[in-house]
């Protein structure tokens, strides 16, 4: 995964490509949204989640912890730009389900194929979610912050946090002022869940960019298992995304163990990275650890697991 200097000036070229690509397409699903019925009639038929959202002065009420911040109600529940740099226009939403915030956003990978992302957000560990778009280095990001799960001792909400996430990989991740530059030589990846069953993944990359990969899931009983195996080569860019990917969330740095137990619902994984300065070991015991890192975990199980949630 040693990949030229030629592979960076080819992805500059296309993010320009995809600049072009925007101005020369005026029929842009999400840039001719004008309403908030049409917002709603567009991702209705992502699932019974959005066919719920509500939008407008109606979602109000379930942003009143931040009536005194910087994420105060502006009257508007959803903003446009483009958050993936390929220079179509996305779509961030901050409306409500029922009575509780939901903030998520649509990118467009070009020409309307339109998918929802909402990595940043985990309803195991936080609450009250709320994002707004930001410009930094002359790109597009989301300023994020939610509340803990935990409340105070008297039903307070507590430990707020604040992040700038830019889009990385496939999903949003804190953003890195100075990123390595490893070359990575290898990788692999095992995550195990035990909850109603056991789920096993499993993912190497060698140097070349071949990826084998394997993916078990069992009933608790284990009578009724099923098993994915197989390998495929990464085209160059893949290996540049996730060698990127790696490098920005600053693997080498990271600590070698996340989480305080065995939860149940949780899988417990380990990443070996092979670079030229020798090898890194992460084990999470309860999860992906940090955001960064559990979006290299995700792009790696995306290659064992079909996507699911593409328009």
Not at 56 to 64: E, I, P
Not at 233 to 238: N, S
Request: net charge positive.
């Amino acid at each position: 995964m040693n990949l030229p200097r030629s592979f960076l000036l080819l992805g500059a070229l296309l993010a320009s490509f995809g600049t072009w690509g925007q101005a020369l397409s005026p029929n842009s699903q999400i840039a001719a949204l004008t309403t908030d019925t049409q917002v709603q009639a567009l991702v209705r038929p992502f699932g019974w989640e959005f066919e719920e959202l509500v939008l407008g002065d109606s979602a109000r009420s379930v942003y009143q912890p931040y009536a005194r911040t910087a994420f105060r109600w502006q009257g508007k529940t959803w903003y446009r730009a483009d958050l993936d740099g390929n220079g179509w226009l996305d779509l961030l939403v901050v409306g409500r389900r029922r009575d509780i915030p939901f903030v998520f956003c649509v990118l467009d990978s070009g020409n309307n194929r339109l998918h929802v992302v909402r990595n940043f957000y985990s309803a195991l560990d936080e609450r009250q979610p709320m994002a707004r778009v930001v410009q930094k280095r002359g790109k597009s990001m989301l300023c994020y912050t939610s509340f803990a799960r935990r409340r105070g001792a008297s039903g307070e909400l507590t430990g707020r946090r604040t992040l700038l996430l830019t889009y990385k990989g496939g999903g949003f991740i804190p953003y890195e002022q100075r990123p390595t530059a490893h070359r990575i030589r290898s990788i692999t990846y095992t995550s195990r869940l035990y909850y109603h069953g056991q789920h096993d993944i499993q993912v190497a990359i060698d140097s070349t960019g071949l990826a084998r990969y394997s993916s078990r899931s069992g009933a608790a009983d284990d009578t009724t298992a099923s098993a994915r195996y197989g390998q495929r080569q990464l085209r160059p860019t893949q290996q540049a995304e996730v060698a990127d990917l790696l490098n920005y969330v600053r693997f080498a740095s990271c600590s070698t163990r996340y989480g305080t137990g065995n939860e149940n619902h949780r899988p417990r994984v380990t990443l070996l990275v092979t670079y030229e300065e020798g090898t890194k070991t992460i084990r999470g015991t309860s999860g992906g650890g940090t955001l960064g890192l559990a979006q290299v975990y995700e792009w790696l199980e995306a290659l064992a697991v079909p996507p699911t949630g593409a328009k």
